[in-house]
């Protein structure tokens, strides 16, 4: 028997061998490339010009291009829905640029025309090119692999020899083995013909639609996604409405009708940490034990929320997302009234929680002298004081708690109507209080202890420790479906990367001296070491059953009926 042989590339649509381009055709589901020039004259002409170019690959590849490009300064350049806040920095630090940047719409990129336009271009691409691919699948599907070609030579994997088996033995054998390696298999004239690796056709077409599910799943979730945090403090509750978040922002068709109807309060909440070892002070245990009811009427039931294990209540997620502490303080007048009872959250800075903010009194307090003024104290909370080191904690948990308060006095700005961070200080109109030596007053408290303004202004006293949470509640529809068509995306891209469409046609014919002789071909849809492999397995075992016959004698050559010249007709082009 010959040894297999892979001959010259060969062309499948070559004039000299209509045949074979026959053989060789649908071997894939792409549709084939429109020729070049100009497109007939008329409106028909034109759009059907410009139809098969939307669904070309080349096309459909541009402008998958142009939406990750589009996409770049939707991240580097704050975006309205996103946080409207920086966009007015951006404008008010950039008034050149920043008018700019709104025509073009890169203030609300995945919103805008442009993007918008590239989107569903890239979606009419993708199904203007999946429908007519999987229609032709179809089609290959109910039909059956194509005859041999007349001259199996001319293929790029090719084997010969001669056996005293009848032809009708041969195919038989040949047919009954195909089938077994799971080919598609079937008798046409004198050959066998055989297909097999649909599942890359299958795997190229699940690509496509996975993509198109991924596109549908991602706008979806935009246009109707919802997120917003709130911060809690221990003993506090929350209802899901507008007006309950801190920040909230939505997609551009979200209403707040579409907002999960469900309330939950936080009764405890317990963080624990390494308290030893090069991880000293990293979490170990971040969980908030809360109790929840969805509807207005619902059942009260209890539950724990950790960090990436969020509460689901519908189409809602509530994950913990922060944590911190409050201190709990009061603020007394000149004349002892109260004026101020309340936990303050202040925000963490560093690992050890060391953290900062602002105890603000609007109304209520008169100096004195009974002066109307309002009150503001910088505060810095150490959940862990080291005597010594009064601007950071050693350790995240409240260990040995110290409040570190500076009084300022005057008007905190609040009736200007300009919004200000409760967590940040304007001291444009306001003054410090000063000691005995005319330096800012400033002190440590531990819980318990209490500041006196001077001059009778009054005093705070620190009455403990609140911690609190915070809690971030999404909406994003679709997302179970842009991960499904993820994994279908990745599972077709293999399928068609690692799976080889290829056909094999087995000849058995009596030739003119009464032996049969048997050719192998096999074609694949690229240029592959697979092919000649397989068709040498297959042919090996095909040999077995349909053994070659003896050579004809020759005086100046001792018989070898097991030698592979005397029964091998080779390929053309090929050594023998």
């Not at 994997?157 to 390696?181: H, I, M, N, S």
């Not at 005093?459 to 403990?464: A, P």
């Amino acid at each position: 028997m010959s040894k297999t042989t892979a001959g010259e590339p060969v062309d499948a649509t070559a004039p000299q061998d209509q045949d074979l381009g026959a053989a060789g055709s649908q071997l894939s589901t792409a549709p084939a490339e429109s020729p070049g020039g100009v497109p007939a004259m008329g409106v028909v002409g034109w759009a059907r010009w410009f139809w098969r170019q939307l669904t070309s690959m080349r096309v459909a590849l541009l402008l998958l291009l142009l939406l990750a490009l589009g996409a770049i300064p939707g991240s580097l350049i704050p975006q309205t829905g996103t946080d409207a806040t920086k966009v007015a920095d951006f404008e008010k630090n950039h008034p050149t640029l920043a008018p700019l940047y709104d025509k073009l719409g890169l203030f609300h990129v995945y919103s805008s025309v442009w993007f918008s336009a590239v989107y569903i271009l890239l979606f009419v691409s993708l199904i203007g090119c999946i429908v007519p691919r999987t229609w032709q699948f179809v089609g290959q599907l109910r039909g059956r692999p194509p005859g041999a070609p007349k001259r199996l030579t001319r293929l790029p994997a090719y084997t010969t020899w001669r056996t005293d088996a009848e032809p009708e033995q041969v195919r038989e054998a040949a047919l009954a083995l195909l089938k077994k390696r799971r080919f598609r298999a079937h008798l046409v004239g004198d050959a066998v013909a055989a297909e097999k690796g649909y599942l890359r056709e299958v795997g190229n077409l699940a690509f496509h639609i996975a993509l198109i599910v991924m596109l549908t799943a991602f706008a979806w979730g935009q246009l109707f996604k919802m997120e917003g945090n709130k911060l809690v403090l221990e003993g506090d509750g929350f209802s899901n409405t507008l007006t309950q978040y801190d920040d909230f922002k939505s997609g551009t068709l979200f209403e707040a009708d579409d907002l999960a109807p469900f309330s939950f309060n936080l009764k405890d909440f317990t963080g624990t940490y390494e308290v030893s070892g090069p991880n000293k002070g990293t979490p170990r245990t971040y969980q908030a034990a809360i109790t929840y009811s969805e509807g207005a009427y619902g059942k009260e039931r209890k539950t724990t929320v950790k960090v990436n294990h969020p509460l689901e209540i519908g189409d809602s997620k509530v994950y913990l997302t922060a944590h911190g502490y409050a201190p709990v303080v009061t603020v007394r007048d000149g004349k002892g009234n109260v004026v101020y009872r309340d936990a303050v959250p202040l925000l963490p800075l560093d690992s050890n929680v060391t953290s900062s903010g602002v105890v603000k009194v609007y109304d209520g307090y008169r100096d004195a002298k009974g002066v109307k003024e309002q009150l503001a104290f910088q505060a810095f909370l150490l959940p862990s004081y080291a005597e010594g080191n009064e601007v950071s904690s050693a350790f995240p948990a409240l260990l040995n708690p110290v409040l570190n308060l500076e009084p300022y006095h005057g008007d905190l700005g609040v009736d200007s109507g300009i919004p200000q961070s409760v967590y940040q200080l304007d001291k444009r109109n306001m003054k410090p209080f000063t000691d005995a030596k005319g330096l800012q007053l400033r002190d440590n408290l531990k819980p318990g202890e209490t500041l006196t303004l001077p001059n009778g202004a009054g005093s705070i006293t620190y009455d403990g420790t609140k911690e609190w949470a915070n809690f971030q509640v999404t909406q994003q529809p679709g997302s179970g479906w842009a991960l499904a068509g993820s994994v279908a995306a990745i599972l077709g891209l293999a399928g068609s990367l690692f799976i080889q469409r290829r056909r094999v046609w087995v000849r058995a014919v009596r030739g003119t001296d009464g032996v049969t002789v048997v050719e192998m071909a096999g074609l694949g849809r690229s240029e592959s070491a697979k092919v000649p492999e397989e068709l040498g397995d297959l042919a090996g075992i095909l040999y077995d059953r349909a053994p070659g016959a003896p050579a004809a004698e020759d005086p100046d050559t001792p018989e070898d009926p097991d030698t592979p010249d005397s029964r091998a007709v080779p390929a053309e082009g090929s050594e023998k």
